[in-house]
């Protein structure tokens, strides 16, 4: 079964591209767990991520913190960028998150304007020390706040992002709502965050448990956006549906909004990742590095709702060549160049590892990070073990 629909950009939240959702309807993809003979299958994952160690210096966090106080988390520059984590191993909201896989993209001048500029945000302040047009047009460009600060995506005026509200190493801030409910919501946005966080994974998760079990949230808990991608969303709800932080407000959305609400969280965590879409605009998807091997994974095709409450591991840690397989046609891989202003081809982004392609037409049914296994039902109707 395939479908045709029309997502939003990666980039702008606004901006409308196609976007197409493969449900596949394989009998032995989709048998769930009433399985009787097992076969075990063994790997070696035992890559355990980027973390903050508890006693290290870098940042400055209450033990007690929910992530929705008032008072903003204060984090050295040094280490700006790598997770925080409390005394029993839960990670806490980082606001400072970026994909290592973009950092020689631009200047260390532009990634230190991005984080000036959210935390101006988080504290309701109208300027943000910036030290050049560069970085003030780098971290104000939507494409950029969309993916690595969602709450600032409907919450601020595009009048922010001109070139007359920099000046003398200071980026003006306009607020689209007043000051003080957007503090609310962002304060909400960060509890939410830390949540899932908390819900999904712990510090001491290899990446390759991290990702999966933020994938397997997302298939439980967030569905598809039916009326966004065929357009029918009524003009007085488009700044409430669409875009990164719409979609985890309202646990909805469509490929523009579900892969990067993926890499965000994988972010939080420590696992590298970026958001990247086809040539032709017409879906989105992740790239995620696990361990020193490069994957593909479509959150958007593997939510549950879509796939008869059950979840297709098929779309999970794709190679390539899976990828063009799941596919119709052609495809290219392209990320949003922001000083293009444009999603540009990025060729690196195509080197992936087909390590877990395996994985294909196979359907989840449990995982114990006890004992490193994964189970999954195989096309014939095993019960297969794999351990990880």
């Known amino acids: 079964m395939k479908k045709r629909i029309i997502c939003a950009t990666l980039a702008l939240t606004l901006a409308m591209t196609g976007c197409s ?193 933020l994938y397997d949230y997302i298939s439980k808990n967030f569905t ?31 490929c523009s909004g579900l892969a990067p609400s993926y890499v965000y969280l994988l972010l939080q965590c420590g696992v590298d990742a970026i958001v990247v879409q086809s040539s032709d605009g017409a879906h989105a998807w992740a790239y995620v590095k696990i361990g020193n091997e490069y994957y593909y994974s479509d959150p958007t095709w593997g939510l549950r709702s879509e796939n008869g409450d059950s979840l297709p591991l098929d779309y999970f840690l794709m190679s390539s060549e899976k990828r063009h397989e799941s596919m119709s046609g052609d495809y290219g891989v392209y990320i949003f160049d922001v000083n293009a202003g444009e999603f540009a081809s990025r060729n690196p982004f195509t080197e992936t590892s087909d390590k877990f392609d395996f994985l294909r037409d196979t359907t989840f049914v449990s995982i114990d990070s006890d004992k490193d296994i994964l189970t999954y039902t195989d096309k014939t109707g095993n019960n297969v073990e794999y351990k990880y």
Not at 183 to 194: G, M, N, P, V
Not at 235 to 242: C, G, N, V
């Open 21 to 213: 959702l493969t449900g596949k309807t394989d009998s032995g993809s989709n048998t769930g767990a009433s399985i009787d003979s097992t076969t075990e299958v063994t790997g070696d994952d035992s890559q355990t991520g980027s973390t903050v160690d508890d006693g290290s210096t870098s940042s400055t966090v209450d033990d007690s913190s929910t992530g929705s106080s008032e008072d903003v988390t204060e984090v050295s520059t040094q280490h700006k960028g790598e997770p925080i984590i409390d005394s029993e191993g839960n990670y806490l909201f980082n606001p400072y998150v970026g994909a290592g896989l973009l950092k020689d993209e631009y200047p260390q001048e532009c990634w230190d304007a991005l984080y000036n500029f959210i935390d101006a945000l988080r504290e309701g302040k109208d300027t943000f020390e910036c030290p050049s047009q560069e970085a003030f047009d780098f971290c104000t460009n939507p494409a950029i706040w969309g993916e690595y600060f969602p709450v600032a995506s409907l919450l601020i005026t595009m009048d922010s992002c001109n070139e007359f509200n920099y000046q003398d190493g200071k980026g003006g801030i306009g607020y689209w709502i007043p000051k003080e409910e957007f503090l609310e919501k962002e304060k909400a946005f960060e509890a939410d965050i830390e949540s899932i966080l908390k819900e999904c994974v712990k510090s001491d998760y290899s990446d390759f448990e991290k990702a999966f079990y």
């Open 224 to 254: 598809y956006g039916h009326d966004m991608a065929d357009g029918s969303v009524p003009d007085d709800e488009t700044f409430e549906r669409y875009g990164t932080y719409n979609c985890f407000v309202n646990r909805n959305g469509i």
